[in-house]
């Protein structure tokens, strides 16, 4: 096999993460340790950068800097939301060739890889020889053939650490707390809160994803019930929540409001978590109902970011690089779990993560559609780590003595 000589350009697309310069670091490393590699670039602002060919020469950037960078949340090289389509694409290719680049890696989700695939089938049609690797990248977790995504690991300890701080507050001063978690179509970021719970009466009493429709009447229900129970209610609700039509209960407030990717807005307002409040408030009578919407907040927060996340993310990067200089290969970067708790890297045609996304597996969704079960638990506990210590005082009530 000849050695197939030029140039690496990486880009970085869609959500930033926690993690996400891990992974740019890792392939700008390693792409830089090849002879046969003559430059390493980097595209500002993902794929809008390529073809205005706004590029920085990472080949130039010293190792201190970059593994400062490595540790720094959010997208290093900037981000964009444009969403190629095949004559975008085919601008993509024209800057690599015009460049001589070899080797092209785009860190994002599913909408990424289908740039991959598109821009490597224009190479494969005009005869040029261009590796292109895509590296995986999504706080929502619902890329598909991997069993979980850089990105993810971090925003889940978020959650659940921005949850167990909620349960705590709701103990002191009880009523119902609705808290509204990114994830369109998948529920995995929402259901990781559910790591807030140690003791019996801890919530998230009541977690709602996307995977199961949601009815206003059960919702009440089980709202009700988990009231009466513990006296206080916490509740974890995914912004992307659908009814029995498949339809978003957000819709009911956006008017069917469109974003740059013709999905409905679901994000940038608070007014879902309105909604259900005042849904409580009404169907309830229960005067203490509050919500929040953790919004931009759980995607590239500071200083809570998991150790096992920021490890994965750098050796997806690592090993695109080592697939395509090395291996002369396409497609997208995996992670396959082995053992408890360990992981192996494998390439998967780019075909099978483009554009369609996964769910929540049915064993990790409770029948009732209110919660998750314990193999969600066993999956999300290793990729988040360890949480902070939560104690409740152990000591006894005091005999009263003027009650009567």
């Not at 229900?221 to 006296?231: R, T």
């Amino acid at each position: 096999m000849s050695v197939l000589e030029g140039k690496v350009l990486v880009a970085q697309g869609g959500g930033p993460t926690a993690v996400i310069n891990q992974s740019l670091v890792g392939a700008v490393l390693e792409s830089r340790k090849f002879p046969q590699v003559t430059r390493v670039y980097g595209a500002l602002h993902g794929v809008k950068g390529i073809v205005n060919e706004e590029f920085l020469d990472l080949t130039e950037a010293t190792t201190h800097n970059l593994e400062t960078v490595a540790q720094t949340p959010s997208s290093a090289l900037l981000s964009t939301r444009d969403k190629p389509d095949v004559a975008y694409c085919q601008e993509i290719f024209k800057v690599c060739k015009a460049h001589g680049v070899r080797y092209f890696f785009y860190i994002g989700g599913n909408d990424s890889a289908d740039t991959c695939r598109i821009v490597n089938a224009e190479s494969e049609k005009a005869g040029y020889e261009l590796r292109v690797i895509h590296i995986p990248k999504t706080i929502d977790n619902d890329l598909r053939v991997t069993d979980h995504c850089p990105g993810f690991g971090s925003a889940a300890k978020f959650v659940a650490q921005a949850f167990a701080g909620v349960n705590l507050d709701n103990r002191a001063i009880p009523g119902v707390y609705i808290g509204v978690v990114m994830g369109r179509h998948a529920g995995f970021l929402t259901a990781s809160s559910c790591l807030a719970r140690k003791y019996p009466d801890d919530g998230p009493h009541l977690i709602y994803v996307p995977e199961r429709p949601f009815v206003k009447d059960q919702f009440l229900a089980d709202v009700d019930d988990a009231y009466k129970k513990h006296g206080r209610c916490v509740i974890a609700v995914s912004e992307g929540i659908v009814d029995h039509n498949s339809r978003p209960i957000a819709e009911q407030f956006t008017g069917g409001e469109k974003d740059a990717h013709g999905n409905v807005q679901l994000s940038g307002t608070g007014a879902l978590g309105d909604l259900l409040s005042l849904w409580v408030k009404d169907g309830l009578k229960i005067k203490r109902v509050r919500a929040d919407t953790l919004g931009y907040l759980q995607r590239s927060f500071l200083g809570c970011v998991s150790s096992v996340d920021q490890h994965e993310a750098r050796e997806v990067g690592e090993k695109a690089a080592q697939y395509s200089i090395w291996h002369n290969l396409d497609g997208s970067v995996a992670i396959r779990r082995t053992g408890d708790y360990a992981v192996e890297y494998f390439l998967t045609p780019l075909a099978s993560v483009a554009r369609e996304s996964r769910a929540m597996p049915d064993e990790f969704l409770a029948p009732e559609g209110n919660n998750i079960t314990g193999s969600y638990l066993n999956y999300v506990r290793p990729l988040v780590g360890s949480m902070p210590i939560m104690e409740r005082i152990a000591a006894p009530l005091v005999a009263k003595v003027l009650a009567k």
